[in-house]
């Protein structure tokens, strides 16, 4: 960091190469993803101890019982906070998210009974968000963490790197991404036992950012409807993983 701004969040920082994106591609992409997610999970066990305190920092919580209580708050929201887009959920798409509300939970208990606690998530590591620069990667752009099950991070990483390299999400070669990050997790439960749990993971952590696609709308009305399908989209992801 170069600078910070003294009444308002802003912050200067040196050039730090460019998007993961922008350099690599198709199975070179791959490879870059298989050599992050490892030392991401790395750095998620190491500063587990510290969840408390960062909460105390200001971030988001999105622990179990918070983002139960935040999905319900979001579901009956929504109407209010996607007004009159077009894409707006209908009558019949609220019915049924009150409806996998079970489920979730059920999904939630799942995930927890594996014993693995809560620590950072970045919940939105994509290729956008990794810069390289002599052949070092480093994550950047945390605004958008939260403190929940670090499962929860393969939500948008599998998605956006199955969508980048066109293969299915279940395809051998995006599982072997969610692989390589639960190596660091290994000792913790069987490869088995790791592989469901990140599928619960997986599905959970698009229930995070339901969340963070709310918080957002309501501190800043406008800005969300720049990204496609708003809120009405994030939770109609979440509708097809529980419903």
């Known amino acids: 960091m170069l600078a910070l ?10 050039e730090g190469g460019k998007k993961l994106g922008e350099v690599y591609a198709g199975d070179e992409l ?11 999970a790395q750095l998620q066990r190491d500063i587990t101890p510290r969840a408390g305190e960062i909460i105390g920092f200001g971030t988001p919580d999105h622990r179990a019982a918070a983002l139960l209580a ?5 579901v009956a929201g929504e109407p209010a906070v996607s007004g009159q887009r077009s894409d707006r959920l209908t009558a019949d798409e609220r019915r049924a998210l009150s409806s996998v509300r ?3 939970a059920a999904a939630v208990r799942s995930l927890a009974a594996l014993g693995i606690d809560d620590t950072l998530n970045h919940d939105d590591l994509h290729q956008n968000n990794v810069l390289v620069r002599d052949g070092r990667m480093v994550i950047f752009d ?6 929940s099950h670090p499962f929860g991070t393969l939500a948008v990483t599998l998605r956006f790197a199955a969508q980048k390299t066109g293969h299915a999400e279940d395809s051998p070669e995006i599982l072997a991404l969610r692989d390589a990050y639960l190596e660091p997790w290994s000792d913790r439960a069987s490869t088995r036992e790791l592989g469901d749990a990140a599928e619960l993971g997986r599905r959970i952590g698009e229930v995070s950012r339901t969340l963070t ?3 957002v709308a ?3 009305p406008g800005v969300i409807d720049t990204y496609p399908g708003g809120l009405a ?4 992801r979440v509708l097809a993983l529980f419903g």
């Open 142 to 147: 945390w605004g958008d963490a939260c403190v």
């Open 70 to 74: 935040g999905f319900d708050e979001v």
């Open 102 to 104: 079970s489920r979730l």
């Open 233 to 236: 989209g994030s939770l109609r």
């Open 30 to 40: 791959l490879r870059a993803w298989r050599e992050i997610l490892p030392r991401c």
């Open 213 to 215: 696609f709310d918080a």
């Open 218 to 220: 309501r501190a800043y």
């Open 5 to 14: 701004h003294p009444t308002r969040p802003w912050m200067l920082v040196a």
